[in-house]
Nanobody, 124 residues
Framework: EVKLVESGGGLVQAGGSLRLSCATSGFSFDAWEIGWFRQVPGKKRENISRINRRAGATTYADSVKGRFTISTDDAKNMVFLQMNNLAPEDTAVYYC?????????????????WGQGTQVTVSS
């Protein structure tokens, strides 16, 4: 059974940092694509970063490039999103997601498995 559980969200001032964690089980990072998404009310879920080792790709949305870093700890089956220089527009619910494919996709409907989400709020 595939499971994903996010943690690490919270309230932070603009310019601050947070590290989100996603505890995973039931699949291999070498075979599956893992993505971080975020969603604000009234908008579609947005892919902000993803790793697909089979495709040889690590991807970031333009809005977070240079500020956010995705990483994994394979021994602990953990995925992380280090978020630096946060801005109020980064406020959202953040989700990790996974899908078993060698093809990379930013479209949230292509992902089969999701965590419950963690709230990130950035105050100005």
């Amino acid at each position: 059974e595939v499971k994903l559980v996010e943690s690490g969200g919270g309230l932070v001032q603009a310019g601050g940092s947070l590290r989100l964690s996603c505890a995973t089980s039931g699949f291999s990072f070498d075979a599956w694509e893992i993505g971080w998404f975020r969603q604000v009310p009234g908008k579609k879920r947005e892919n902000i970063s993803r790793i697909n080792r089979r495709a040889g790709a690590t991807t970031y949305a333009d809005s977070v490039k240079g500020r956010f870093t995705i990483s994994t700890d394979d021994a602990k089956n953990m995925v992380f999103l280090q978020m630096n220089n946060l801005a109020p527009e980064d406020t959202a619910v953040y989700y990790c997601a996974a899908r078993g494919t060698k093809y990379t996709s930013s479209w949230y409907r292509d992902y089969d498995h999701w965590g419950q989400g963690t709230q990130v709020t950035v105050s100005s």
